[in-house]
């Protein structure tokens, strides 16, 4: 999968985004703020994210990934108390996969272990985990609020 340009490119240089593909863009945008919020990414810029030639995105640099600090484990990184705002505003994740919600709330310490193995020390798994708990609560509530076919799909 080769990428075409950045979203800093497409920012810069006033690259339309095809009307066919701006719901799906829309939907990998709140896509890339839950799964930000999960493993505590407050890293990410239009320069790292990529697409390709049909507007699928690449997430690349993790690097400011897994924090485990009280600030990164009272609040997510995105949402309605996000740390992260624009404008003064929160930057929302609107909808979400019910596959991903699904594989959120199935995540313990042990697979999460199994995956990284040594790269990522207990404490960083276990603020992944403490995310995990915030990012469901977040969810239910837009659910509970607007409905879930509203947030789901």
Not at 24 to 46: E, H, P, V, W
Not at 141 to 146: D, G, H, L, P, W
């Amino acid at each position: 999968m080769e990428s075409e340009f950045s979203g800093l490119t497409v920012f810069e240089k006033k690259i339309g985004i095809p009307r066919s593909k701006f719901h799906n863009k829309q939907n990998m945008k709140y896509l890339t703020r839950a799964f930000d919020s999960l493993i505590g990414n407050d890293d990410r810029t239009q320069q790292n994210i990529l697409y390709t030639k049909d507007w699928r995105m690449i997430l690349i640099d993790h690097s400011r990934s897994f924090r485990s600090s009280k600030k990164y484990t009272k609040k997510l990184m995105y949402g309605a108390k996000g740390l992260k705002k624009a404008g003064g505003r929160p930057m929302l994740f609107k909808r979400l996969p019910r596959a991903f919600v699904e594989k959120v709330k199935a995540l313990n310490y042990d697979d999460i272990k199994n995956a990284v193995g040594p790269y990522l020390k207990d404490k960083e798994i276990k603020a992944i985990l403490l995310r995990k708990e915030l990012l469901l609560k977040e969810i239910e509530k837009m659910v509970k609020e607007q409905g879930e076919d509203k947030v789901l799909y």
